[in-house]
């Protein structure tokens, strides 16, 4: 998570209109050394897989959607998802996600121009992330928007112009860029930033004490629904004569 420069004032816009030509991946490529190793996506989080909250978040901004992961496939086939490997060998970190997820969009449909990345332990995703990113990148013509929030960017979280994968595979391969920030400042970029009450919408989970204040956050939304429910039925009750 980077220092924010000065966040771009996006317009929201017709989440239809955002999912048009973006295709979405999520990165799921990590080693997950801090929560004991494995596949931390498929940790359970209020009863199901953290992929599949980030999944449902995703799914409906994105016109198709894939993940990124390696090691074998059939270890994420209750995902529904295309799986996607790295390109590069040596797990170099996100970067390689990010050139997978690229390449994959360019062969899918030529409609698509764009590539939406988030983390795979990201479980409270904002369900406009697409349609913001993509008003920004519009208003401003930058080859990649990026998501941030309490004051931090969060380059994980971005909208990348297909036409960065060539770019991409040269700074993997060629020249060792491992850092996303750091590939990202070659390109014009703009930052897009999201409230972080009542919850940040990139809380990501590293640790064991993060996911159980995951399930602490669900908790207290599924809560806080049930009251908004009693209540608007209370009021419509009243209406009654």
């Given at each position: 998570?980077?220092?924010?420069?000065?966040?771009?004032?996006?317009?929201?816009?017709?989440?239809?209109?955002?999912?048009?030509?973006?295709?979405?991946?999520?990165?799921?490529?990590?080693?997950?050394?801090?929560?004991?190793?494995?596949?931390?996506?498929?940790?359970?989080?209020?009863?199901?897989?953290?992929?599949?909250h980030v999944a449902?978040?995703?799914?409906?901004?994105?016109?198709?959607?894939?993940?990124?992961?390696?090691?074998?496939?059939?270890?994420?086939?209750?995902?529904?998802?295309?799986?996607?490997?790295?390109?590069?060998?040596?797990?170099?970190?996100?970067?390689?996600?990010?050139?997978?997820?690229?390449?994959?969009?360019?062969?899918?449909?030529?409609?698509?121009?764009?590539?939406?990345?988030?983390?795979?332990?990201?479980?409270?995703?904002?369900?406009?992330l697409a349609a913001r990113?993509?008003?920004?990148?519009?208003?401003?013509?930058?080859?990649?928007?990026?998501?941030?929030?309490?004051?931090?960017?969060?380059?994980?979280?971005?909208?990348?112009?297909?036409?960065?994968?060539?770019?991409?595979?040269?700074?993997?391969?060629?020249?060792?860029?491992?850092?996303?920030?750091?590939?990202?400042?070659?390109?014009?970029?703009?930052?897009?930033?999201?409230?972080?009450?009542?919850?940040?919408?990139?809380?990501?989970?590293?640790?064991?004490?993060?996911?159980?204040?995951?399930?602490?956050?669900?908790?207290?939304?599924?809560?806080?629904?049930?009251?908004?429910?009693?209540?608007?039925?209370?009021?419509?009750?009243?209406?009654?004569?």
């Amino acid at each position: 998570m980077n220092a924010v420069p000065k966040p771009h004032p996006a317009t929201p816009v017709p989440r239809a209109h955002a999912r048009d030509d973006v295709a979405g991946v999520i990165l799921a490529g990590g080693l997950s050394r801090r929560l004991g190793g494995g596949d931390k996506c498929l940790r359970p989080l209020d009863g199901r897989p953290i992929l599949a909250h980030v999944a449902a978040r995703l799914r409906p901004q994105v016109r198709i959607l894939a993940l990124n992961a390696n090691g074998a496939p059939g270890r994420f086939a209750a995902a529904g998802l295309k799986v996607l490997p790295d390109r590069v060998p040596g797990n170099p970190g996100p970067l390689a996600g990010v050139l997978a997820g690229l390449l994959w969009a360019r062969r899918q449909a030529p409609a698509l121009a764009w590539l939406l990345s988030v983390p795979g332990d990201a479980p409270f995703l904002p369900l406009d992330l697409a349609a913001r990113l993509k008003a920004a990148q519009a208003a401003s013509g930058a080859s990649i928007a990026v998501a941030a929030s309490a004051g931090r960017r969060h380059p994980v979280a971005a909208l990348w112009a297909l036409d960065l994968a060539p770019a991409l595979r040269r700074a993997l391969v060629g020249e060792a860029v491992h850092k996303v920030e750091r590939f990202i400042e070659r390109y014009p970029n703009v930052t897009v930033s999201w409230p972080d009450v009542p919850v940040d919408p990139f809380f990501n989970v590293n640790r064991p004490t993060d996911l159980l204040a995951a399930e602490r956050r669900i908790s207290k939304m599924a809560v806080a629904r049930t009251a908004k429910g009693r209540g608007t039925a209370g009021r419509q009750g009243g209406d009654v004569k």
